[in-house]
């Protein structure tokens, strides 16, 4: 369907002439149609290279958080992660995740296959794939985005003890297969859509995608050798906590691009409107994350815990991308702080269960996209909880059995876990021959 409102006519004529067309009526009426394609494709791409920007914060949090003898692997995991995710969702996750309409099974499974195609070179209107909306490349561009972040999600908690290649092998399936199959179903129009669930950026689709397969991937694969020991949580400290900082607020900015972009047009007052209302309440949660951290901390521990500030922040983010337009200032803060006391109560709890997840993400990203995607019920009057509910449980399941049995299978076949000497002298020096900081360990 194409947008056709039109600025008014004198507004045009008055800006024509800084454009370069003539003040004609016929002009009149083709510039403002010509600006919802442009407009939208802009947002597209300046979102896009804000989510970009996630990548370089997921990779400096998990550079700050791992012991210093494992920096260099995880900053050699993050590049390569993000590159592979361009080139097989270019390959396949694109039209997996997009059907326009065309099923193989109705709702479920797309019927499009084979790489993405962008539209030709210098094309005029009637050669755009979607005039109404935006250019093919805006679109591929921004969404890819979102399916790298959701590997990147994975890399941190399985860090300091998992092989490269597996993991690497890994990260190609779950980006051209498993998440695209699941987003499938709600933003590619499949049977979660019809069935009425909300999921604005993807508290669910990307955040707890990410979760599930980092869970399984942990219960997998064990914890680091010496964290669990008589009974006793032996902390791990980070190596570098500017950069985790550092990592945090980059991670912060691109999620303006996460949510604001996901308005997906912004060829009217009302869009525009509507982003800028999404920026300040994206802002809100994450500060409330923060601050509910900051204090809970206190209270519990009698300092605060900057890691769990930080996570803190980042579950706020979580927790508000299922419905950052609906909810006021305030309720955003609230639902954000929401997610900052998820963060400190759920990371010691998985450290009872023995499960290690080095940087945290299983309750920022999981058990926070969990709560963001129930919160939508309080602030939009559309959502029905067993709706958000049944969703939850079936992008769970499906993300749970694909990656457990992935993972599994990788285990068994080349093996997914470095060996007790690798994993105690460090993956930099084991699996790659270098080291981030060299000097260190010259004494």
């Known amino acids: 369907m194409k947008l056709t409102k039109l600025i008014p006519l004198s507004a045009t004529a008055a800006l024509l002439p800084l454009a370069g067309f003539a003040q004609d009526a016929e002009a009149a009426v083709a510039v403002p149609t010509d600006s919802v394609f442009i407009l939208n494709s802009l947002l597209f791409l300046i979102g896009g290279f804000l989510v970009f920007w996630m990548a370089a914060g997921f990779c400096m949090l998990e550079a700050g958080l791992v012991r210093s003898k494992n920096v260099t692997m995880q900053l050699t995991k993050n590049m390569a992660l993000f590159s592979l995710a361009a080139i097989f969702y270019y390959l396949i996750g694109y039209n997996l995740m997009y059907p326009l309409g065309t099923w193989s099974v109705d709702g479920v499974i797309s019927g499009v296959f084979g790489p993405g195609v962008l539209e030709a070179v210098g094309i005029t209107a009637e050669g755009a794939d979607d005039y109404g909306y935006a250019s093919t490349g805006s679109d591929f561009f921004f969404q890819l985005m979102f399916c790298a972040a959701t590997a990147s999600i994975v890399s941190g908690t399985l860090a300091e003890r998992i092989k490269l290649w597996p993991f690497l092998i890994f990260t190609i399936v779950l980006t051209a297969i498993i998440y695209p199959i699941q987003a499938s179903w709600k933003w590619g129009g499949g049977f979660l859509d019809e069935a009425g669930f909300l999921d604005f950026a993807g508290s669910t689709v990307v955040h707890s995608v990410g979760g599930w397969a980092a869970l399984t991937g942990a219960l997998i694969l064990g914890p680091r050798i010496g964290k669990y020991k008589d009974g006793k949580v032996i902390p791990m400290l980070g190596s570098n906590l500017t950069l985790a900082t550092l990592g945090t607020f980059c991670l912060w900015l691109g999620w303006f691009g996460f949510n604001g972009a996901s308005q997906l047009a912004m060829g009217s007052v009302g869009d525009v409107a509507d982003i800028s209302r999404i920026f300040a309440n994206t802002n809100a949660a994450a500060a409330g994350g923060v601050i ?50 998820i963060v400190v109560f759920a990371v010691p709890m998985l450290d009872k269960l023995k499960i290690d997840d080095v940087v945290g993400a299983i309750p920022v990203h999981l058990i926070a996209g969990i709560w963001g995607t129930i919160a939508v019920v309080f602030t939009n009057g559309d959502a029905s909880l067993g709706t958000q509910l049944y969703s939850i449980v079936v992008v769970g399941l499906f993300t749970v059995v694909t990656s457990g049995a992935l993972w599994f299978i990788l285990k068994v076949t080349m093996g997914i876990r470095v060996s007790e000497e690798a994993e105690i002298t460090g993956l930099d020096v084991a699996e790659l021959g270098m080291e981030a900081y060299p000097e260190f360990s010259k004494g």
């Open 292 to 341: 509910a951290a900051l204090l809970l901390t206190q209270a519990l521990y009698k300092k605060p815990d900057l890691t769990m500030v930080l996570n803190g922040a980042l579950a706020g983010l979580v927790a508000i991308t299922a419905e950052p337009l609906t909810p006021t200032l305030g309720q955003a803060t609230l639902i954000g702080a929401v997610g900052g006391v």
